[in-house]
Structures are given as structure tokens and as C-alpha cells.
């Protein structure tokens, strides 16, 4: 299993999540890997320049997210390739441009890659669409060929299809972002999808969707829980997923053995309390991986 830092707060106004990887690490994330049984390797973090020296070495943001995103990218395939789980530390949520591209370029990738989204925002919003500007607001967009072009050219044009991304845990989402959703064919589980059908039917249907790719990269905002479980996020959204919900839909996903790459995101230890958020990240981490409450004999 291989990790590596994306301490990037280049994509939105709201500083802290550069620090996001550091406080993942401390919450032991590591330790609880290699605890479960994995040979864990750290590959440290990609060089990302701060906001403040980005107009001066790099132009602008776009520059300089393109640049760790370039680099991100070309890592992320070397690690899929050396057969090695890939876990990406945000960083804010730009930094999937270069994971998932990375993922999908890599020699070890077999056809098409799919997304699971999970998060409280679609991220699909492109420049001339997006009310904030802001790039953490883009990703899937970017993946999918919209927006900036030296963007979408890391991944060489479209990374991945629309029809090949699923979102869970949706409930904020603009205007024009919501038909541009529509017209790319994305499907979308929001949390009236949660509340009206249990997570678990929500989370087997997101499953079933996807079941037609040889590779998953699962996305992972903090956000798409809800801001009392998961306070430590830069844009908390209320009635988001509860602490038991997280929890059971990592070890869903965990029994269905499909996913093949993971990033962790938007983890802002300047809005938390005492490393919480970065804990229940390193939580929810260890149930995907297969943490298990009663383990089963040898």
C-alpha cells in the first residue's frame, strides 16, 4: 500500500487544508494500516507551492494546480503500476484531477475507470458556471473533458465518462452544475436518496452502477458527512451522513472488493477540534481496508 500527501489549498479562498495530510498521519494512519496487516510505503508529499508565492513562480492558480496536479498524476501511476494501493492525503478536492488521471493512465489500469464521489457537492461546476470560481468546485467536471483545457489535458482529454461516476451523499448543488450533471450522463444518489432508502441499498445501488469497470477510484470529501460527526472541512454542509452510515458504507464497499485506489480530502484542521476529523478519516480508512468488529478466525 502506497501513500502519498497532496497538501494542496490552491483550488478555494479557504486556507487550512494544505495541513490536511500531516494531520491525517498523525492520527496514525500508518500505524493502522500496517495494524490490519498492510506493508505500508510513504512516499511523502507532491511540492506545492502556497497561495501566497503562486502569482510570482507560477502565473496563477490554474498554473499552479496544473503543475501538482501534472506531478500527482505521473506518481499515481508509477504506484498503481508498481502494484501498490494508491491513498491520496488532500489537500483540497482539486487534487483528483492528478489522482484520478494518474489511476486511469497507469500501465496496471485495465479499460475504462470509474468514480465513487463521495461528498457533499457535486464538483461539477466548469468557469463559466461556477458562482465562486473556484477550482476544489471542478474536479469531476475536468475529468469528464469541461473546463480549463490545460486542466483537462492531464488526462489527455476525458479521463472518465459521465456514465462512469457515481455521487453519494449529494445535497448541495447549483443550478447549471445540476444540467450539466444531467447531460453528462452522471448518476447521483443524494441524501434524500439516503434518507428515503437506507444507506445501504443507496450505497449497493451506487455499487451495481459501477459494476461494469475493472477499476473504482474511491473519492472521499469529509464534507459528505454531516458538520457535528465531521466538523474540520472548509465547506460544511448540514444533514450530511451520520458517524454509523459512514461507517457501514465503507464496509460495503469493503466486502465488494472493488475499489483499487482512494483519495481523502478536504480535511481542515484549522476548523477542528482536536484532530477529530483527521481521527475519524483514519477510522473510516481502516473500515474500507477491512476492519472487521468480531474478526473471523484464521
Known sequence: MGILGVPMDLGQDRRGVDMGPSAIRYARLNGTLQDLGYPVTDFGNVQTPVPETVEEEMGDNVAAICGVCEETAEKAARMLSDGLFPVFLGGDHSISIGTVSGVARSTASAGRTGVLWLDAHADFNTPDTSPSGNIHGMPLAILTGRGYPELVDIGGGTTVRGSDIVIVGLRSVDREERELLTRAGVNVYTMKDVDAYGVASVIRGALKNLSHLERIHLS???????PEVAPG???????????????????????????????????????????????????????LMGRQIIGLPG
Open 233 to 287: 472541512v472548509g465547506t460544511p454542509v448540514r444533514g450530511g451522513l451520520t458517524y454509523r452510515e459512514a461507517h457501514l458504507i465503507m464496509e460495503l464497499i469493503n466486502e465488494a472488493g472493488v475499489v483499487t485506489s482512494l483519495d481523502v480530502v478536504e480535511v481542515n484542521p484549522i476548523l477542528d477540534s482536536r484532530n477529530g476529523t483527521a481521527e475519524l478519516a483514519v477510522e473510516l480508512i481502516g473500515s
Open 220 to 226: 472521499f470529501d469529509l464534507d459528505v458527512l454531516d
